[in-house]
């Protein structure tokens, strides 16, 4: 997430981030984050002074109580002040809320390398290792040829939970496990740290590391009547647990970079049934995945 203060002296750079992106709806969102953040300063100074008011007003009332004093429109004052103090703080929690908003939806900044495109074929392809063969014989689909070997059942898994699920069976289970360990081994050697994560987030901390309102439609989320703010979800990927699990630290530059290959189940789900691979292990519902995550300086 970019820091606010990158926004404001940078606002330039951030808007032309955003047209190389071709995310230009975004762009207005740059001058009413800095607005908005310089409405939230002044106004914080004016709920200091409205605060340190009401405090000297506490401390005369209880003077003029002790000297029995009539204190009923010092009192009546102060609740005044009250409402006064309430109805700022609102407004700073909804200018904060909309900054929060704002800054969890804007992008970081591209590296000047990353080419400009209106779609895929926009990609450019850095190299290219050996020359595809063409088989002599015709080719069977993945899903098929695991079902022919026993080796996974799509039919028995859509049966108990619906489309996007499998069994694996056999040997392929162990080659699943072995591939697991194979990239948790390497990433050892590399001096990354094996975490397993957690397999459902809250909100909040997931509010941190994607937008949430982006992509709720294909994450489950974990309701039992709770509201909003109280959700939790299923994980996406254990890059996203990964990233929240040092919220709110504050980390030495001596410390890093910390490496973390994160090894979880992983879940999504789809609007419908498009897109579901019924008879194969592409575009499920769950999966298994190993995912590296580093923090470290820019």
């Avoid at 808007?15 to 106004?43: G, I, M, S, T, Y």
């Avoid at 005369?60 to 009192?75: N, R």
């Avoid at 804007?106 to 290219?128: A, C, W």
């Avoid at 498009?274 to 592409?282: A, E, K, M, S």
Wanted: net charge positive; proline share 4%; aromatic share 8%.
């Amino acid at each position: 997430m970019l820091d606010i203060r990158f926004i404001k002296a940078n606002p330039a750079i951030v808007k032309k981030d955003l047209e190389r992106r071709q995310d230009k709806e975004k762009l207005p969102w740059v001058d009413e984050a800095v607005k908005k953040h310089d409405e939230l300063k002044k106004l914080k100074q004016d709920v200091d002074k409205l605060r340190h008011g009401r405090n000297l007003l506490t401390a005369e009332i209880s003077k003029l109580h002790k000297q029995k004093e009539d204190i009923s429109a010092k009192i009546k004052e102060a609740k005044e002040m009250a409402k006064k103090v309430a109805a700022a703080d609102d407004k700073l929690q909804q200018l904060q809320g909309r900054i929060d908003f704002i800054l969890q939806r804007l992008p970081n900044i591209l590296h000047e390398s990353v080419p400009i495109g209106k779609d895929e074929t926009g990609n450019m392809e850095i190299r290219r290792w050996g020359t595809p063969k063409k088989p002599a014989f015709p080719l069977k689909s993945h899903g098929e040829l695991l079902e022919q070997l026993g080796l996974a059942d799509f039919e028995r898994a859509t049966k108990i939970s619906g489309a996007g699920f499998h069994f694996l069976k056999g040997d392929f289970v162990k080659l699943e496990l072995a591939l697991i360990n194979f990239a948790a081994a390497a990433m050892e050697k590399k001096g990354f740290t094996l975490i397993e994560t957690p397999l459902m987030m809250q909100r909040k901390p997931y509010e941190g590391v994607t937008d949430i309102a982006a992509f709720e439609n294909v994450m489950y989320r974990i309701d039992e009547g709770r509201k909003d703010e109280e959700s939790s979800y299923l994980i996406a990927t254990a890059e996203h647990p990964m990233a929240a699990m040092l919220m709110n630290e504050t980390l030495d530059e001596k410390q890093l970079p910390l490496k973390f290959c994160g090894i979880s189940s992983c879940f999504r789900r789809e609007i419908g049934s498009h897109g579901i691979d019924t008879r194969g292990l592409f575009r499920v519902h769950q999966f298994n995945k190993v995912e590296m995550f580093v923090f470290c300086r820019p």
